[in-house]
C-alpha cells in the first residue's frame, strides 16, 4: 500500500480474499462491466438534464483519463476532488480511479480552513473543482488555496475555468490496472482532533462496500437512486449509493439540492425508488410530503443515517412517504450497520442496524475495557481501515494493539445482533449528521482576539440533533454570536461548522484531572 498506509495483515488479507470478501479486481470494474453488460442502459442523469448511458459514461472516464495522464498526473499522485452534485464529478472519480491518481473527497462546505490542510496531508499535485454552484464560486477558493499550497501544480474546472485548466478530455489510452490492494480514493474522517484525518479506501475493500451494500438493500437492476446527499459523501457514493448502484446495473440521478420540491420532482419524473437522507431532512421531506402534489409512489426505500434517527420519526416514515425505511450507522472508516428489508418493524424503527458482512468484528468494550452489551463500539473487518493516513501517533490511540478500531462510539447491542446508538466518548459535534472535530473548532475560536479559552459542546436540539455551543472565556469585552461567526467564515472555516449559541463564563470547570469537563458544560445547557 501507498506509504503512509497501514495495510491489513497478511493472514487476515489472505482470509478476506480467499472467502471471497476481496474479490481482487480495481473499483472501476463497475463502471467497465455496466459498459460490457448493458452498453444502452442509463447510467446517470445529471442535474442539467443529461443522461449518459454506461457506455457513455465509460467513454467519459476513459477520456477524462487521458487527459489527466496527458496533463502530467501520474498513478500514486493525489488529487483532491471538490465538486457539487455534477455528471462530471462521477466522471472525474472514475477517471482518477482508472490513472490510479486516488481522489481524495473533500464536501461541497469545505473552505480554505478545511481545502488546504487537506492538500498539505495529502501533498495533492492537483485540485479540481466546479466553476461555481448556487451559492459559491469554488475558483475564488482555489486561488486562495494555490497561494497558500505551492506544491499544487494543477487546478482542473468543470465549467468556465477562468485563469485555470478546463477538466481534461483526450483520445482515450491504454491504461494498466491499478494493484487491487492499491488505495483507491481517499475519504475524510467526521475527525475528532485539530487537523483533518484521512482513510484510505483500497479498491477491493470498497468494492466490497460497495457490492454487499447493494445487495443488502436489494438493489437491481431496476433501482433508480437519487443522490440528495453530496455524492462525495461516504454514504450517498458507496453505501450503496453511486457506486452500489452501479454494480447493480441500475440508474443514479443527482439532485442538484436536497430540498423538498427539487426532490420531490426529480422521484416524481425520474420514478427514483431508493434514496438516503440524514435525520433532519428526513423530518423536512416528512412534513412537506403532506402537501406536495407531486407523485412519490416510486420510492421504495429510504436510507435515514449519519445521526440518530429517533423512533418517533422513524415510525412515521411509511404513513407519510409511503415508502420502506431503512436505519444506517455507518462510517466512512468502514463499518456500516444496516437494519434488513425484512426484519421486524420494531426493529426497523429501534434500531440502526446490524453489521453489513459476516466479516465485520465488532467488540463491544465498557469504561474499564471489559467486553459487555453497552459500551464504546470497536470493529475490524474486510473493509474498515487499519489506520489514518500519515498519522502514526494518532493511529496508537484510535486503534487497539490488534487493529481494532475505536469508534467512539457508545451502542448497546440486542440478542438480534442490532446496534442502538446510545451517544459517544468522542470529541466531536454531531450536527444533523454534519460532525465537527471539537479541537478544531475550539482552535478556530482561540484565534479570535477577545477569546482566552474556548470549549464547544452539542446542544440538543428536536430538528438537527444537536447544535453547537462554544462556551468562551473572553479578554474583556463579550463578542457576540454574530462577531463569532463573521470572525469563523473569514478565517474560512465550513458554515456548518459555525457555533450557534455563544456562552461565556468566568472559567471552566475542569474534571478531577484537570481538563476541561464537557459533561459539565453539557449540564450547564441542560438546566438552562
Ligand atoms: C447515530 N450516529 C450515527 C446513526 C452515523 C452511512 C451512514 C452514515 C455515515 C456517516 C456513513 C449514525 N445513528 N444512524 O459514512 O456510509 C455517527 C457515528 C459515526 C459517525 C460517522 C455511511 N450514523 N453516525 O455518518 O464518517 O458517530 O459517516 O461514527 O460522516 O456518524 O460519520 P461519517
Not at 474498515?384 to 494493539?401: P, Q, V
Request: charged letters at 25%.
Amino acid at each position: 500500500m501507498l506509504d503512509g498506509c497501514t495495510p491489513w495483515p497478511p493472514e487476515l488479507a489472505g482470509k478476506y480474499r480467499a472467502e471471497g470478501y476481496w474479490a481482487g479486481q480495481p473499483l472501476d470494474v463497475l463502471l467497465r462491466d455496466g459498459a460490457r453488460n448493458h452498453p444502452a442502459k442509463t447510467a446517470l442523469v445529471g442535474p442539467t438534464g443529461t443522461r449518459w448511458t454506461y457506455a457513455e459514461l465509460d467513454a467519459r472516464a476513459d477520456r477524462a483519463a487521458a487527459g489527466f495522464l496527458a496533463a502530467g498526473i501520474a498513478r500514486g499522485d493525489r488529487v483532491v476532488v471538490q465538486m457539487p452534485n455534477i455528471d462530471d464529478f462521477v466522471v472525474t472519480i472514475f477517471a482518477l480511479l482508472r490513472v490510479g491518481a486516488p481522489p481524495v473527497l473533500a464536501l461541497p462546505a469545505h473552505r480554505e480552513s478545511e481545502i488546504v490542510p487537506l492538500c498539505e496531508l495529502s501533498e495533492a499535485t492537483a485540485y479540481v473543482i466546479a466553476d461555481s454552484d448556487d451559492t459559491f464560486d469554488y475558483r475564488t477558493l482555489a486561488r486562495t488555496v494555490t497561494k497558500a499550497v505551492p506544491g499544487l501544480r494543477h487546478v482542473f474546472v468543470s465549467g468556465d475555468p477562468a485563469e485555470f485548466t478546463a477538466l481534461p478530455d483526450a483520445a482515450p489510452v491504454p491504461l494498466d490496472a491499478p494493484d487491487p490492494g492499491e488505495v483507491a480514493l481517499f475519504l475524510l474522517s467526521g475527525g475528532t482532533t485539530g487537523t483533518p484525518k484521512l482513510i484510505p479506501r483500497t479498491h477491493d475493500d470498497y468494492l466490497y462496500n460497495a457490492r454487499a451494500s447493494a445487495e443488502v438493500c436489494g438493489l437491481t437492476a431496476e433501482t433508480v437512486y437519487l443522490v440528495a446527499l453530496p455524492a462525495a459523501h461516504n454514504f450517498a457514493f458507496a453505501c450503496p449509493g453511486i457506486l452500489g448502484t452501479f454494480a447493480a446495473g441500475g440508474t443514479v440521478v443527482l439532485a442538484p439540492n436536497p430540498s423538498p420540491d427539487v426532490v420531490f420532482e426529480l422521484i416524481e419524473t425520474e420514478r427514483v425508488t431508493v434514496t438516503a437522507v440524514v435525520p433532519p431532512l428526513a423530518l423536512l421531506w416528512m412534513e412537506n410530503a403532506e402537501w406536495s402534489d407531486n407523485d412519490l409512489s416510486s420510492l421504495e426505500l429510504l436510507q435515514v443515517g449519519g445521526a440518530k434517527f429517533s423512533a418517533e420519526p422513524a415510525g412515521r416514515v411509511r404513513e407519510t412517504l409511503g415508502c420502506q425505511l431503512q436505519q444506517v450507522f455507518g462510517m466512512a472508516e468502514g463499518l456500516l450497520n444496516y437494519t434488513r428489508l425484512d426484519d421486524p418493524e420494531e426493529l426497523i424503527v429501534t434500531t440502526q442496524g446490524k453489521p453489513l458482512s459476516p466479516a465485520d468484528e465488532v467488540r463491544v468494550l465498557d469504561a474499564d475495557g471489559n467486553d459487555a452489551t453497552e459500551g464504546e463500539l470497536l470493529t475490524r473487518g474486510p473493509y474498515t481501515l487499519r489506520g489514518y493516513y500519515r498519522a502514526d501517533e494518532h493511529n496508537k490511540r484510535a486503534f487497539t494493539e490488534d487493529g481494532f478500531y475505536r469508534s467512539g462510539d457508545l451502542v448497546r447491542v440486542l440478542p438480534t445482533g442490532h446496534l442502538v446508538v446510545e451517544g459517544r466518548v468522542k470529541d466531536q459535534i454531531n450536527r444533523g449528521g454534519e460532525k465537527i472535530p471539537a479541537e478544531e473548532l475550539e482552535n478556530h475560536l482561540l484565534a479570535h482576539p477577545l477569546v482566552h479559552d474556548a470549549a464547544v459542546v452539542g446542544m440538543a436540539d428536536e430538528v438537527m440533533g444537536e447544535r453547537i455551543c462554544a462556551f468562551l472565556v473572553v479578554k474583556g469585552e463579550t463578542p457576540a454570536l454574530r462577531d463569532v461567526t463573521t470572525f469563523l467564515r473569514a478565517r474560512g472555516v465550513a458554515a456548518y461548522k459555525l457555533p450557534d449559541r455563544v456562552e461565556v463564563l468566568e472559567e471552566f470547570p475542569l474534571t478531577t484531572v484537570g481538563k476541561v469537563s464537557k459533561k459539565a458544560l453539557g449540564k450547564l445547557l441542560e438546566e438552562d
